[in-house]
């Protein structure tokens, strides 16, 4: 076989194995960057309204959960009348926390995880305390107001 005809079959496959890759990757390119979740940044709240005190005394186990940003919170109204907000997903493996007003405590259900008053994680699982945020009541409006750092 001539040396020429050799050359002549090997550009052949490499064209066809070429345009074999370059059809698969038009193909496969599309359909994967429909399926990668487009990138949403969090919105960056620095205070939300999480409720009223009204609303928060008609509920029955005195606490109430909102969302701050991408994130849960829980606003908790404790037996000598004040009031609390925290972070409502557990340090552990990020359940929700309820409040226990029988004991007193932020409890999650998931596997017994408990918290103190001050978000100190005391028994169960979680390896870490819970974020307390700050809270405002303004009194005209009845709003309770939530922002993660105290303001200056
Ligand atoms: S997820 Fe809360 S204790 Fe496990």
Redesign the pocket.
């Known amino acids: 076989m001539p040396k020429e005809k050799i050359k002549r079959r090997s550009f052949l496959n490499l064209l066809l194995g070429g345009g074999t890759v370059a059809w698969l990757a038009s193909v496969l390119f599309p359909v994967f960057k429909y399926m990668k979740p487009p990138e949403i940044p969090e919105a960056v709240q620095s205070q939300v309204t999480a409720c009223t005190l009204a609303e928060l005394q008609s509920t029955e186990q005195n606490y109430k959960t909102f969302k701050f940003g991408r994130k849960l919170g829980i606003v908790v109204l404790l037996p000598d009348g004040s009031i609390r907000a925290y972070e409502a997903t557990?340090?552990?493996?990020?359940?929700t926390?309820q409040y226990r007003p029988d004991l007193n405590i932020l409890w999650?259900?998931?596997?017994?995880?408990q918290y103190d008053m001050t978000g100190r994680n005391i028994a169960?699982?979680?390896p870490r305390p819970l974020e307390q945020w700050v809270i405002h009541h303004d009194k005209a409006s009845d709003n309770i107001f939530v922002s993660k750092e105290e303001e200056a």
């Open positions: 557990c340090t552990h493996l990020d359940c926390i999650c259900a998931c596997h017994n995880g169960g699982p979680p």
